[in-house]
């Protein structure tokens, strides 16, 4: 038994100090797999703390036979989604409060933080805007294919898909993406063109 | 224009032979929409890992110390509630019971104290019957009816204790 199932047979007998440790040490592929399916350093940081949450809640139900990794990207890829179905309906709320109405701290945005900085101004990323432009379902296959090399069994096992639901999406979706980077290019040239008419030298 | 096989080597990431790659590289070169489809690909492969902001933890305590004291609440007003609604509903179910209670309690005391006496002395005649049966009934089984009764009574108690024991210790679920 390595030193990670030992953490979680831990947490899953009450030690909240074993279950910190995991929080520890999936942060990062937590936090930034709610960061590529949201686009919102803040929202992000609010969706992966519920998924620490959440996963906290059910470590009951958690099979060990299953790699940890796959089952708490599973849960905050479907907060994920569900975040981004309802956004379409109500909008997102930016109030730092969870699922029960309590408030809690969230970090200073506005705080100097190079971290976010360099996250925000990644804002106008190419990668960004084409993954806004997906499905939510569709988006979180993606990250999970090209940012965690997740093979199709293991997407399919996360999102709860079939294999083949989730190659026509991993398909469908790169094409989208193509159409939009087809797009971006032709306003490049569009732009650079207006600039170089524009110029006083021509 | 025809972009296969090259459209599919793309989208599936095939891993691609010299001879095949150089036929992939004349054909982007010539097609926007496969060039596209590369230069998404690529892109995807070469997008960095995002940290959260430092002290992400100790966030997540201070958020799961206030998750755990609001359930806590939850729970006491949960019972709190059921209380007052269980007292309420015993008071409306209860309340011609205490009215004739108030009005002759002296014919309540001399009722409910028969009714006692009378489950007492059944359960006593009971006792006595069991106790006869108890007597005469070693007479009449032989000795492997025992055998067979204990037999019985150990497999069901072991069946018991087996069940228990398997589902006690059964993952229950494999997700959320």
């Not at chain 2, 926007?32 to 070469?46: E, H, M, N, Q």
Request: charged share 25%; hydrophobic share 40%.
């Amino acid at each position: 038994m390595n030193e990670e199932q030992t953490w979680v047979l831990q947490a899953q007998q009450g030690d909240d100090e074993a279950f910190t440790r995991l929080v520890e040490t999936y942060q990062t592929p937590v936090f930034n797999l709610c960061y590529r399916m949201l686009g919102e350093p803040e929202l992000a940081e609010d969706a992966a703390q519920e998924a620490f949450l959440r996963a906290y809640q059910h470590m009951h139900r958690y099979d060990q036979k299953r790699p940890f990794a796959t089952w708490l990207l599973s849960i905050a890829a479907h907060y994920c989604i569900d975040r981004l179905r309802r956004k379409k309906f109500i909008g997102f709320s930016m109030d730092a409060e969870d699922e029960d109405g309590n408030s809690y701290e969230l970090p200073d945005i506005d705080a100097p933080n190079p971290e976010i900085e360099s996250i925000k101004g990644q804002t106008n990323d190419r990668v960004h805007s084409m993954l806004d432009g997906l499905d939510e379902t569709d988006r979180a296959a993606i990250i999970m294919r090209y940012w965690y090399d997740y093979s199709e069994k293991e997407i399919a096992a996360s999102l709860q898909l079939t294999v083949s639901a989730v190659k026509s999406r991993l398909h469908r979706s790169r094409k989208s993406m193509a159409g939009m980077w087809q797009e971006q290019e032709e306003d490049l040239l569009a732009e650079m063109e207006r600039r170089h008419h524009e110029s006083p030298a021509f | 224009m025809n972009h296969q096989p090259f459209e599919s080597w793309l989208l599936d990431d095939k891993h691609l032979s010299a001879n095949e790659k150089r036929e992939l590289d004349a054909h982007v070169r010539t097609c926007r929409y496969c060039s596209a489809l590369a230069g998404t690909g690529l892109a995807l492969r070469s997008a960095n890992v995002v940290s959260p902001a430092a002290g992400f933890t100790a966030r997540f305590q201070s958020r799961l110390t206030a998750h755990k004291i609001a359930e806590r609440r939850r729970r006491l007003w949960g019972l709190i509630l059921l209380a007052i609604t269980g007292a309420i509903l015993l008071g409306i179910l209860a309340a011609p019971l205490i009215k004739t209670f108030v009005s002759s309690s002296v014919e309540w005391f001399t009722a409910l104290t028969s009714y006692f006496l009378y489950v007492y002395t059944s359960f006593q005649a009971f006792g006595d019957i069991a106790s006869v049966l108890a007597r005469m009934a070693p007479n009449f089984i032989p000795t492997y009816g025992w055998m067979v009764m204990l037999s019985t009574v150990a497999g069901l108690g072991l069946i018991w204790i087996i069940s228990i024991w398997r589902f006690s210790n059964k993952p229950q679920g494999v997700s959320l």
